[in-house]
């Protein structure tokens, strides 16, 4: 049996030489002394790794470690320290997380190639091409390939979610790469700077420290990117808390004791720990809870450990024996685990003196995932060759997925924070069937948890016997019946319903699937009227070749999608028909239905018509089509051209009349502006119109007319505004759509006034 341990507070490395990033001009004080103090940290490196893998390729480390040095031999942290401290630490680090000689060799080098005149050619020269993929792997996309620090940001994460899926080695370099540079962030020289990476390290390092199961790393990292973002709150906690330690020590020794006799009462042996709190924890329940430090009382805790699964239910009846639990707050993790497989039992008990006592309970197996997460799921031998990601990291994988669908850097950073949030619910389905889904999960985001095919038919659910909405949010402990129906279609609405990954990639692909196929359809028929009007002989009808020569295409498909979509325009792809056809005769649509060119009256000329501009034309006020919208024209009697946009409703009707459709395209012109109209419901609350044209103005975007309707705490808000293009408009509905208490943004179809 283990005793009690001696430190509450979590124990925090001391600030050691180096930095958290970059390097310093600074010439060391001492040269001389600098090289024998590396010397030294070479054997002492040497020495540690081999102590925890005495099997470690000695002559490959001591090749890196020489390299190390000799790369960053010109370069100083901000301390004044050689650079190559940095390097050497997170060698250890990963060594701790034992792991093999390639993934420290490559810790070793991991700044080499982005910080010194030494590349990727060399590395993997000098060190194969395993070294070489996990070094490329964590360095950093140049600020060259960027115009934002934040987007550089983005495609660094994407680059490296990438990496981890072929090696998972990848985010354990960088775990251990940014623990050294958050133990040495105090001597980073720029506070707006420290409180950056403090703030991404809380956000996405220590959230994925959880999810892969690194209980001890998440907690270090939370409490060292406290201590940075907020250091008044940590100081005056660190003192509340050495202030009462002793106090809860003695608590803790006076339970131990009552405990270990219980369960050798009971024959049952384990090992039982104090366990101390961590300050951010701490810190984080008295924000929720709106409380003081000295109103918390669960400070207290107890871990036992055992050798069987059956023990652990065993320890849990001896515990409530001897101390009342506290109903509301036991949690069974070996039942059903965490998304990270952690396993324990959790509960809470009326201990000495009425204060409350968390004990968890877990096997020997248990423990040592739960410590040490995906060091404990994958074996690290010398010379194994497998590291790609197993079931375990079945998230991994379904993140690889939906980034596929997002181009935007701002957005995917949203949805990786988004996907990273460690709050998880438990629902069940009609036949008692548990469902783990993230904090925040919607009746639409159950429909797909169970199958792609149920969401996407989904149009509602009974939630514990009631009828709920899509957008339902669920809570833990419901139960859940999805209602759907054969009619029901997708929307682009639905991807700000739903908050899990899987949703939103199987929303995405339904959605690129229907525009396709409705772009091929589409492409087929107009194709298809050309031949028919041209008289194209059958034979002809069914050879490819020149469609191939033209355009590249490989396939009916991809022609009649290109078509479709306007890549390739009626008219191009009917003057090759023409050709095909024994009149001859080269007419136009608009020759053959006899529509006069009529020089255009309007100052409307971003669209050309058949390829020929200058034409009488108009854009419908049904749908206010603008720049970068798909398109079609409709020859009208008197009017000249109608554009439509291709999804609205009124220009569909028309469409059938198919004798009077024309190709269309734009032709944007410089500082040219079209109208548009959009539609803003919202929750009614002070200061949200002054938000929402914050928006506007913000995008560059002016407004001419505005609305409002209020029924009970709902607003309905419609704007007509000028615009340059689409790209433009869906920027500004994507911000709008951030807006506080904003529930949708569209585009209206009807064209009344504002």
């Known amino acids: 049996m283990a005793s009690a341990d001696s430190s509450i507070i979590p124990e925090m490395p001391l600030p050691s030489a180096g930095s958290d990033e970059g390097v310093s001009g600074q010439e060391p004080l001492n ?21 925890r893998n005495p099997d470690c390729d000695e002559a490959l480390l001591r090749k890196a470690i020489d390299f190390t040095i000799l790369a960053h031999k010109d370069q100083f942290r901000h301390s004044g320290m050689p650079y190559v401290e940095h390097p050497f630490e997170v060698a250890k680090l990963l060594a701790d997380f034992n792991m093999d000689t390639v993934t420290i060799v490559a810790g070793l080098l991991h700044d080499v190639a982005e910080d010194t005149i030494h590349g990727l050619p060399e590395i993997r020269r000098e060190f194969g091409d395993e070294v070489a993929f996990l070094v490329e792997a964590v360095t950093k996309i140049s600020a060259l390939q960027s115009h934002s620090r934040a987007e550089q940001q983005a495609e660094t994460f994407r680059k490296m979610l990438v990496s981890m899926a072929k090696d998972i080695r990848v985010i354990m370099i960088k775990f251990a790469d940014r623990l050294h540079n958050m133990r040495t ?199 194994s060759s497998s590291r790609e990601i197993g079931k375990e990291n079945i998230w991994l994988k379904q993140l690889l997925e939906w980034q596929q669908d997002l181009t935007d850097s701002s957005e995917f950073m949203e949805y990786f924070r988004r996907d990273l949030a460690p709050s998880e619910i438990f629902v069940f389905t009609p036949k008692g069937d548990l469902i783990q889904l993230p904090k925040g999960a919607t009746v639409l985001d159950f429909g797909f948890s169970l199958h792609s095919r149920l969401g996407l038919r989904c149009v509602g659910a009974r939630v514990d016997g009631n009828m709920a909405p899509l957008y339902r949010t669920l809570q833990t402990g419901e139960r859940v019946e999805i209602l759907k129906s054969d009619s029901q279609r997708p929307s682009k609405d639905w991807l700000s319903i739903v908050v899990t990954s899987k949703a939103k990639h199987a929303i995405r692909r339904w959605l690129r699937t229907e525009e396709m196929a409705h772009s091929i359809q589409l492409g087929r028929e107009m194709l298809e009227r050309e031949f028919r009007q041209a008289h194209v002989p059958a034979e002809k009808q069914s050879d490819l070749k020149p469609f191939t020569t033209k355009f590249g295409v490989q396939t009916w498909e991809t022609l009649w999608e290109k078509i479709g979509h306007g890549e390739i325009t ?113 929750k009614d609350r002070t200061g949200l119109l002054s938000d929402l044209t914050g928006v506007f103005s913000k995008s560059g975007i002016n407004v001419e007319r505005a609305s409002i309707v209020t029924l009970r705490d709902q607003v309905r808000n419609r704007f007509r505004v000028q615009v340059k293009d689409l790209d433009q408009l869906e920027n500004a509905m994507e911000r709008l759509r951030k807006v506080a208490g904003v529930t949708m943004v569209s585009r209206r179809q009807s064209g009344g006034e504002v």
């Open 185 to 383: 962030l105090s001597y980073h020289g720029k506070e707006d700077r420290r409180r950056d990476i403090a703030a991404e390290t809380l956000e996405v390092y220590a959230p994925l420290a959880h999810r892969f199961g690194l209980a001890q790393l998440k907690w270090e990292l939370e409490d060292l990117a406290f201590k940075h973002l907020n250091p008044d709150a940590y100081k005056s906690l660190v003192g509340k808390v050495v202030e009462k330690r002793e106090e809860r020590e003695d608590y803790v020794r006076g339970v131990l004791g009552p405990a270990k006799d219980a369960l050798a009462k009971a024959g049952l042996d384990a090992k039982v720990f104090g366990r101390p709190k961590h300050l951010y924890s701490i810190w984080m329940k008295m924000q929720t809870r709106n409380c003081q430090f000295e109103d918390i009382y669960d400070l207290h805790a107890l871990r036992i450990v055992v050798k069987t699964l059956g023990d652990c239910y065993g320890v849990l009846g001896v515990m409530h024996s001897i101390w009342p639990p506290l109903q509301s707050r036991f949690k069974d993790y070996i039942a059903t685990p965490k998304s990270n497989l952690y396993q324990s039992l959790h509960t809470t008990v009326i201990g000495p003196g009425g204060k409350t006592l968390e004990i968890q309970i877990r096997t020997e197996e248990m423990d040592r995932v739960a410590e040490h997460g995906i060091a404990a799921h994958w074996g690290y031998k010398e010379g």
């Open 570 to 682: 009626l008219g191009a792809a009917s003057a090759i028909v023409q050709e095909l056809s024994p009149l001859r005769k080269k007419t136009s649509v608009l020759d053959r239905i006899g529509f006069r060119r009529t020089p255009k009256t309007t100052t409307e000329d971003s669209v050309l018509v058949s390829g020929i501009g200058n034409m009488l034309m108009r854009f419908a006020t049904c749908c206010h089509p603008v720049p970068g919208d798909r398109i079609v024209g409709y020859v009208t009697k008197g009017r000249g051209v109608s554009i439509h946009r291709a999804n609205c409703p009124e220009g569909q009707r028309l469409m059938q009349d198919k004798d009077r459709v024309v190709p269309v395209q734009w032709r944007t012109e410089r500082d040219q502006m079209f109208n548009a109209h959009l539609e803003i419901t919202a």
């Open 31 to 51: 040269p001389p002394e600098i090289e024998r103090s590396l010397d030294r940290a070479k054997e002492n490196l040497i020495d540690y790794v081999q102590e």
